[in-house]
């Protein structure tokens, strides 16, 4: 039994849209077909996936259906995460999302999973991402102050869902936690946010997120080891469509 994750499978079985890099770079052409050839490479039908975010382009439920019959057919148990793309998914309708999918796929959003002795909890999160004022040489000068304002209104919902995961996870006794975001967990204006001590409040092992495309975003956020907490960035893209280990 193990636990992996990766994010951003951003699938279009049904739909046009595509983002440019999916149409441009040779990394994710035929994405799909090389990430379900790795999971069956690696994973075996008693491990789980965590899936952290922007599963599909499909608007809404009817149209992502393909999108979502792909990613049953991925070896193991598979909890999803929603991303900012995931429009398909009302997070006041989570519960429903599992009754409907209930012993194919699981939705994390204001609940958790059990892994073992840990508890996976998590929400999409949120982090300012500009607009920012660089200098001749790169260096930031500023930034959208009113978008800065709307960014921490977000961050502020996004922590309160978070605690409903951890306060449910709690609840039921669990002591040792996973967390997964879509977004980073800090953004590139920070050292710490709402989540990192968040995750330092509840002693979590580690931190799990996605989001950062392309190699000029890999560091926007923490990775590696701060206080004691492993930050893993798994995008698709970062990965090379190969999903992490998160424990074993």
């Known amino acids: 039994m193990a636990l992996y ?25 035929g994405h799909e077909e090389r990430f379900l050839e790795n999971c069956r490479e690696v994973m075996t039908d008693d491990d789980t996936i965590v899936l952290v975010g922007d599963h599909t382009w499909g608007s809404k439920l009817p149209y992502c259906q393909k999108d ?15 991303g900012n793309h995931d429009h398909f998914w009302d997070v006041k309708k989570t519960e429903r999302l599992n009754e409907m999918f209930e012993g194919k796929l699981h939705f994390l959003q204001n609940n958790y999973f059990s892994y073992g002795d840990y508890a996976l909890v998590g929400t999409k999160g949120y982090c300012f991402e500009g607009p920012f004022y660089v200098d001749g040489s790169g260096r ?52 710490n946010s709402a989540f990192t001590k968040m995750a330092e409040k509840y002693h979590v092992g580690q931190v799990v997120y996605a989001h ?20 893993s960035l798994v995008s698709g893209d970062c990965l090379r469509w190969k999903p992490m280990k998160v424990l074993p």
């Open 5 to 29: 994750a990766l994010g951003d499978l951003h699938l279009s079985f049904q739909s046009e849209i595509k983002s440019v890099a999916q149409r441009e770079s040779r990394l994710w052409q």
């Open 140 to 191: 930031i000068t500023g930034f959208d102050e009113k978008e800065a304002e709307h960014a921490a209104m977000l961050v502020e919902r996004e922590t309160e869902r978070l605690q409903k995961s951890f306060d449910a996870a709690v609840a039921d006794g669990y002591q040792k936690f996973i967390m997964f975001l879509h977004y980073p967990p800090t953004s590139i204006m920070e050292k």
């Open 68 to 82: 979502l019959q792909y990613i049953e057919s991925l070896p193991g148990r598979k909890i999803l995460l929603r």
């Open 212 to 231: 950062c495309h392309g190699e000029e975003r890999f560091h926007d956020s923490i990775r590696g080891r701060k206080r004691g907490i492993r930050y």
